[in-house]
C-alpha cells in the first residue's frame, strides 16, 4: 500500500512515515526515529518521490547497522539486572523447596532446640561434681582437698557442655 498522490502542479508526494517505511521496506517506528536524527535532511512529510534515491543512498551511508553503540551498554545493564532478579527468584524457590523437603530449617528453631538440649544436659549433670566430692570424702580424701576437687569436675563439665552446645547458646542458658 503506497501513499503516493499525483497532483498536477506537483510531482509525487509521500505524505506520511509510514509511506516513507513502506517504500524503503522499513518499520515506520524506526522512520520516526530517523526523522528525529540530526542528520536526516530531507525534512517533514510530504517527500517528493524523486527525493526516493536519495532517501536511500542516506540510508546506507549514514546509518550503522547492527546494534546502537549508544544503547548496547544500557540494554547490557538492562540484561544483567534482569539476570540478577531471576538468579535471586531461583535462590529463593530452591530455599523454599529445601524447606519443604525438611532439607533446611529455620535458624531461630535450630537456635531454640539448641538451648532446650543445652538445658537438658545440664540438668543431666548438675550433681556430677558434688556427687564426685562425696565420693572423694568417703573414700577419705580431706575436705578442703574434695571442695577443690568439685571444682575442678564442674570447669570439666562446663567446658565440655561449651564445646557441645556452643558458646552463643551457653550464653542464653
Not at 538468579?87 to 531461630?108: K, S, V
Request: aromatic residues 6%.
Amino acid at each position: 500500500m503506497f501513499y503516493l498522490t499525483n497532483k498536477p502542479d506537483r510531482p509525487t508526494a509521500i505524505r506520511t512515515a509510514r509511506a516513507l517505511a513502506e517504500l524503503v521496506g522499513r518499520d515506520p517506528a524506526t522512520v520516526c526515529r530517523w526523522l528525529a536524527d540530526e542528520r536526516w535532511r530531507f525534512g517533514k512529510a510530504p517527500w517528493s518521490s524523486d527525493q526516493l534515491p536519495a532517501i536511500r543512498q542516506w540510508i546506507a551511508s549514514e546509518l550503522r547497522t547492527g546494534p546502537d553503540p549508544v544503547l548496547q551498554p544500557l540494554r547490557a545493564t538492562k540484561l544483567r539486572e534482569q539476570v540478577r532478579q531471576i538468579r535471586a527468584q531461583a535462590d529463593a524457590a530452591e530455599t523454599q523447596l529445601a524447606r519443604e523437603r525438611a532439607a533446611l530449617h529455620d535458624r531461630e528453631e535450630c537456635r531454640l532446640e539448641s538451648i532446650r538440649r543445652a538445658r537438658l544436659y545440664r540438668r543431666g549433670v548438675a550433681g556430677v561434681a558434688g556427687q564426685a566430692a562425696e565420693l572423694a570424702v568417703t573414700c577419705g580424701l580431706p575436705a578442703g582437698a574434695a571442695a577443690k576437687l568439685q571444682r575442678e569436675v564442674q570447669g570439666i563439665i562446663d567446658r565440655a557442655l561449651q564445646f557441645v552446645v556452643g558458646a552463643e547458646v551457653e550464653a542464653e542458658l
